[in-house]
Each structure stands twice: as C-alpha cells, then as structure tokens.
C-alpha cells in the first residue's frame, strides 16, 4: 500500500498566519490527493481534491498544490475556525490511504 | 439538500453480530460509489472500502477484508457495514461518505464530497 507521510503532525498558529501542511507520497500518484479538514466530533470535510481543485463553497484561503509524489496545503490568512486537524487522501491506487494528520492549534 | 445519514450508536458485546446503515437522499444513488472510514478512538482516519451501488463492485482495505462487508440496497438508498463477530478492536467512530469519480478522460477521483455525522460503535464485555 501507498504510504502518505504528512508534516508537521501538529502545529501552533495565531490568527492570521500563514499555515503551510505537505504530504509526501511514498510512490507515484499523480495528481490523485485530496486534503480534508475535521474538527472533533465531526465528519471530515473534503476542502481540496486533485491536488489543487477547491471545493465548493471551501474559503478562497485554502489552496493546494503538487504532483507527483509532494503536496501542500495553504492555509494564507488563519482564521478562528480553522483550528482542526487536516488529513491527505491518496485516491490514485487500492487501498486509499490517508496521511497521520496535522493537528492545527491556537498559539 | 444531499445528505448521509447514518444510524444511531451502538453498544455490543465482543462476538456479537452488528450492521449499521447510511442513507443517502438529495442525488442519484446508484450513480456514486459510497465509502466507509473507520476513526479509533483518538487516532487518524482509515480507509476501509468502497461500494457502488449500481452494480455492486466492492473494494476493501487489506486491513478490513475479510474482518466486514460492505453492501447497499439501492431500493431504499441505503448502504451498509456489517460485522459477524466484533472485537472489543472494532470499538471506533465510522463514516461513510459519497465518493464521487471525474468526468474527465483522466479519470480518477473527486473524492468523498458529502460525509454521514458518523456511528459510534462499542464494544465491550
């Protein structure tokens, strides 16, 4: 199985930073990666897929980026309601497998 | 509105036998896979498998084959896990979620765009 090593495994951040999360693919696998977000005791919430497609309805703030095997995800200005753990999703072969999560929290 | 809604909580007892359900409304359900994600207590997300339910194609994790069974009766739009014999192991949060595959000539994913508010399943003697 594909292996997603993701980075930093959690972070401390003030509002309005600049948040920057990667995603390291240990094959090839295209452009095939979605990134979501979950806030505890919810369902997570797909915020980019294809690498770099934001969803409907998911802040302008949020951008993705990468092929290949190494991705990231942006976060340009925090706000308040992004503290949440971010987890990578590699579609691109059986099994799907997702990265550990980054747990973002309030510096 | 599209939505997943999945069935209440449930407490069992190890080697008892359990199926929870999603139902899907808001969209043709035939026409997207649906998938389950598996979230131990205060652990990642796992992928466990996805079903279409139009003709039934199934695809599990490794780490699930064999241990469940994903279905779906399209006649009420309802997905489903089950387990024949649960281990205290199993106790967890489960989703499910709308999976949807591109249009384009590339193929691949858009990804799980529509999520259940979750089951939680315990298990315990």
């Known amino acids: 199985a594909i292996q997603m090593t993701q980075s930093p495994s959690s972070l401390s951040a003030s509002v309005g930073d600049r948040v920057t999360i990667t995603c390291r693919a240990s094959q090839y696998i295209r452009y095939d990666l979605g990134w979501y977000q979950q806030k505890p005791g919810k369902a997570p919430e797909l915020l980019i897929s294809a690498a770099s497609t934001l969803q409907s309805g998911v802040p302008s703030r949020f951008s993705g980026s990468g092929s290949r095997t190494d991705f990231t995800l942006t976060i340009s200005s925090l706000q308040p309601e992004d503290f949440a753990t971010y987890y990578c999703?590699?579609?691109?072969?059986?099994?799907?497998?997702f990265g550990q999560g980054t747990k973002v929290e309030i510096k | 509105e599209v939505q997943l809604v999945q069935s209440g909580a449930e407490v069992k007892k190890p080697g008892e036998s359990l199926k929870i359900s999603c139902k899907g409304s808001?969209?043709?359900?035939?026409?997207?896979?649906i998938g389950w994600v598996r979230e131990m207590p205060g652990k990642g997300l796992e992928w466990m498998g996805i079903f279409h339910p139009g003709d039934s194609e199934t695809r599990y994790s490794p780490s699930f084959q064999g241990q469940v069974t994903i279905s779906a009766d399209k006649s009420i739009t309802t997905a489903y896990l089950q387990w024949n014999s649960l281990k205290a192991s199993d106790t967890a949060m489960y989703f499910c979620?709308?999976?949807?595959?591109?249009?384009?000539?590339?193929?691949?994913?858009?990804?799980?765009?529509?999520w259940g508010q979750g089951t939680t399943v315990t298990v315990s003697s």
């Open positions: 999703l590699q579609d691109y072969n059986y099994p799907w497998t």
């Open positions: 808001g969209y043709s359900f035939t026409n997207y896979w």
């Open positions: 979620a709308r999976v949807r595959a591109a249009s384009g000539p590339d193929g691949g994913w858009v990804g799980m765009d529509v």
